[in-house]
């Protein structure tokens, strides 16, 4: 999986429940607004598995906050899905 370095406006982190085969998962989805970006969805949502982050994330940024964070990156059907892996 290849890392990159993601930076843009902080819009919000919030928890999403699925559930799939029974059992359930619940992740945090950060959005992040890139002004910058060519995509006509200025807007990307970054993953993490990690729920103790989400107190983190409400306290030391508000909405508009510049964000600066590392992550995974996987393709599928030209959408990229970024999943957290440090913050900073």
Same mark, same amino acid.
């Given at each position: 999986m290849?890392?990159?370095? &993601? ?6 982190a ?5 559930t799939?085969?029974?059992k359930e998962?619940?992740s945090?989805?950060?959005? &992040?607004y890139q ?7 200025k807007t990307v949502?970054?993953k993490?598995d990690?729920l ?5 994330l409400?306290?030391?940024f508000?909405?508009?906050?510049v964000f600066k964070?590392?992550?995974t990156?996987?393709a599928?059907k030209n959408?990229?899905?970024?999943? &957290?892996v440090?913050?900073?």
């Open positions: 290849a890392l990159v370095t &993601l930076e843009g406006v902080f819009m919000a919030n928890p999403k429940t699925t799939y085969d029974g998962k619940t945090i989805y950060i959005d &992040l002004q910058e970006s060519e995509d006509t969805d949502q970054i993490t990690d103790t982050l989400l107190q983190k409400n306290k030391e508000a909405m508009g906050s964070c590392k992550a990156v996987n599928y959408k990229a899905y970024y999943k &957290l440090s913050l900073g």
